[in-house]
Each structure stands twice: as structure tokens, then as C-alpha cells.
């Protein structure tokens, strides 16, 4: 019997640290140097008792279970991104609409009511009926833009996440379809998110994004 990850659980390898990000509580967390050596030998099919022991308090804590079949413990592997909207436009500056500032105040709200797992929920409810956007329009650009004019009414403690998930939302309700991705770096730990369509950054430049190693596409 092997192991898996917990639903809801993702992880990678950054500046050799093994992050793992638990969307019910919303946390990321690291592993120490024995339980990472553990983990990893747990990838290759490694099982000693001693490993074992070890994997068993890792599932204790939440970030892995039992699995019939061994393998499933895959970290999160990076998409390649070519283009950036705020890179290509980064001298526009692009009026906020009040649609834009509702959704934004929305989006604030949720994030700070609703733990990870309910606000990525609903946008997956949003999107269910699309199917994957193949390009960036004009349309998209501004509206990316209009949410980056908008960083001065939100508060700098998870303006990403709230910047983010309002931008997919009004996305969605323009039948595009776009994904959040969260990213890691792990000398020293910082976290971020933002807006990708097909290799394409919306809300962010490609030099900031590619600091960051992604640990779950949402």
C-alpha cells in the first residue's frame, strides 16, 4: 500500500524546500530535513519502517493518506508562460470602472469570510460550463488592466488572492475562462497568485512570476 495526497493538498520543490499548501485551512506548510528525506524516498517506492513511521505522522497532520497504489505523491509541475499583458502595456494606464471596484470589494470580502478551498469552490462552479480559452482579447487585456489600476483601494495583505479571484469571476461571467496560480519561493518563503490564460499573465510581469514556483493551478 502506498500513499497519496489529501484531497484538497498540493505541493513542490523550491530552493530545495518541499512546500505543501492545504487549501481547507488555507496554510502553506514546509517539511524538516528528515520527514522531506522521507517523503522523497516515499516518491521512489522507498518504504522502510523507519520511512513508514514517518509518512504515518505526515498523515496524521493531514497532508497525505493512504493510497491503494504507489506513485501519487507528484509535486506540482510548472506550465510555461510566454506573454505578460501588464508587461506588454506597462505604460497604459487604464481607468477602473465601478464594476470592477464591486467586484474587487467582493472579492476582499470573500477572501477574508470563506477559507481557500469555499472561494476556489465557487469559481470552479463559474467555469464548469467553458471550455479552455485558446487567446487573449483586447477585451481581457483591459479588463487585467482596469483590476491592476485598482491595487490602490486594496489592502496590501492578500491583495493578490482578492485581486485574483475577482478578476477570473468577471472573467467567467464573460464566458472566458482563466486560471489562478499559486506560487511559492522558499529562500526566504513568500507566496503569490495570479491570473494566467494559455501561457499568458494577466495580471502580473513575467520576471515576478517566474520567482515564484507554482504549487497549485486553480
Not at 498540493?10 to 522531506?36: E, M, N, P
Not at 510555461?80 to 499583458?85: D, F, G
Not at 485558446?134 to 489592502?155: D, M, Y
Request: charged share 15%; hydrophobic share 45%.
Amino acid at each position: 500500500m502506498g500513499y497519496k495526497l489529501r484531497k484538497g493538498v498540493s505541493f513542490c520543490l523550491t530552493d530545495d524546500h518541499l512546500i505543501f499548501l492545504d487549501l481547507k485551512t488555507g496554510r502553506y506548510s514546509t517539511l524538516s530535513q528528515r520527514v522531506a528525506h522521507a517523503f522523497k524516498s516515499a516518491q521512489i517506492g522507498n518504504y522502510t519502517a523507519e520511512i513508514k513511521a514517518t509518512l504515518n505522522r505526515l498523515a496524521v497532520a493531514g497532508l497525505i493518506e493512504h493510497g491503494e497504489t504507489e506513485g501519487l505523491l507528484a509535486p506540482t509541475s510548472r506550465t510555461p508562460v510566454s506573454n505578460s499583458v501588464l508587461d506588454a502595456h506597462w505604460c497604459i494606464v487604464t481607468p477602473t470602472s465601478p464594476i470592477v471596484l464591486l467586484a474587487i470589494i467582493k472579492g476582499v470580502f470573500q477572501c477574508k469570510t470563506q477559507n481557500l478551498s469555499a472561494v476556489l469552490g465557487r469559481l470552479k462552479i463559474l467555469r464548469c460550463h467553458l471550455g479552455r480559452t485558446a487567446n487573449v482579447t483586447e477585451e481581457t487585456e483591459q479588463l487585467a488592466l482596469q483590476f491592476v489600476s485598482a491595487r490602490a483601494f486594496l489592502p496590501l495583505r492578500d491583495r493578490c488572492l482578492a485581486e485574483s479571484t475577482a478578476l477570473v469571476a468577471c472573467l467567467a461571467h464573460r464566458q472566458i475562462h482563466a486560471s489562478i496560480v499559486f506560487g511559492v519561493s522558499g529562500r526566504p518563503f513568500a507566496a503569490h497568485c495570479w491570473v494566467e490564460i494559455n501561457g499568458t499573465v494577466l495580471n502580473d510581469s513575467l520576471e515576478h512570476v517566474n520567482s515564484f514556483q507554482p504549487i497549485l493551478y486553480a
